[in-house]
């Protein structure tokens, strides 16, 4: 496998790239670099576990997302009402003046959790989000 490197441009609000710095420093990077290369290697690994959820599904979704984010609330409420049959409740509190904290507790096809979970994941507003799942074992 070739080991080429690609260099490539990104533009991150100037607080989120502080933060990152100052992680990376306590955690002792060589580089920026290093710490994008290991950040993505998550992401990555996330991603494909996510690929292999299948069978019959418990989860919980949480998300923090920033409510004065024009549609937002809405638009959550739109999915939210698409996938019924998974939901079996949510709790939704405030946490700051513009910002929500949701958990939604799940149950039913983890590939329609999952299809669930990137739809809200990928919204632009929400700041974080965490999908938690476990097989339904059956005792006999």
């Known amino acids: 496998m070739e080991k080429r490197l690609m260099r490539i441009g990104i533009s991150l609000p100037g607080e989120l790239l502080e933060k990152f710095d100052k992680a990376l420093m306590k955690r002792g990077y060589s580089s920026r670099s290093e710490g994008i290369r290991d950040a993505i290697r998550t992401y990555n690994q996330h991603y494909e576990w996510m690929q292999q959820i299948e069978g019959t599904r418990t ?56 299809e669930l979970a990137e739809k809200i994941l990928s919204l632009k507003g929400v700041k974080h989000s965490r999908l938690t799942t476990v097989p339904q074992e059956r005792t006999e």
Do not use: R
Not at 69 to 78: D, F, N, R, V, Y
Not at 93 to 110: R, T, V
């Open 59 to 114: 989860a919980t979704l949480s998300l923090v997302y920033d409510c004065s984010k024009k549609g937002i609330t809405s638009t959550l409420a739109e999915i939210q009402h698409e996938y019924m049959d998974l939901i079996s409740s949510s709790v939704h509190f405030h946490m700051e003046e513009n910002f929500c904290f949701e958990a939604i507790i799940l149950e039913g096809d983890g590939e329609k959790i999952v």
